[in-house]
Nanobody
Framework: QVHLAQSGGGSAQAGGSLRLSCEVT?????LGWFRQAPGKERDGVAI????????TYYADSVKGRFTISQATPRGMALQMDDLQPQDTAMYYC??????????????????????WGRGTQVTVSS
């Protein structure tokens, strides 16, 4: 079983930056970040496949502003720059062990990953 421990987040002004971290204990090679704002559905933010090299996928809304990375052998990070009020949400990390063809951008829509963190709040004020 995979355990995910999230840290980081908090509050920022528009145009500012925050960093989220997720330590992964267990077998996983497909890692992702998702977010959910109050009253809205969960959205995919970014996916990274770490099984051989590093392949990343991003939602259009965060491309060029957010960066997902395998920060440590057991963890990943989401660097969020040029934050905007519409980025305000609860952010969740997720993980699974998948064939590389199954760790791809479709996961941003389906969120079909087995294990999830508890979430961390990000609030951006204008």
């Amino acid at each position: 079983q995979v355990h995910l421990a999230q840290s980081g987040g908090g509050s920022a002004q528009a145009g500012g930056s925050l960093r989220l971290s997720c330590e992964v204990t267990g077998r996983a090679n497909c890692l992702g970040w998702f977010r959910q704002a109050p009253g809205k559905e969960r959205d995919g933010v970014a996916i990274v496949y770490t099984g051989g090299g590093t392949t990343t996928y991003y939602a259009d809304s965060v491309k060029g502003r957010f960066t997902i990375s395998q920060a440590t052998p057991r963890g990943m990070a989401l660097q969020m720059d040029d934050l905007q009020p519409q980025d305000t949400a609860m952010y969740y990390c997720a993980a699974d062990f998948l064939h590389p063809a199954r760790c791809a951008d479709h996961l941003l829509r389906t969120a079909a990953l087995d294990d999830w963190g508890r979430g961390t709040q990000v609030t951006v004020s204008s």
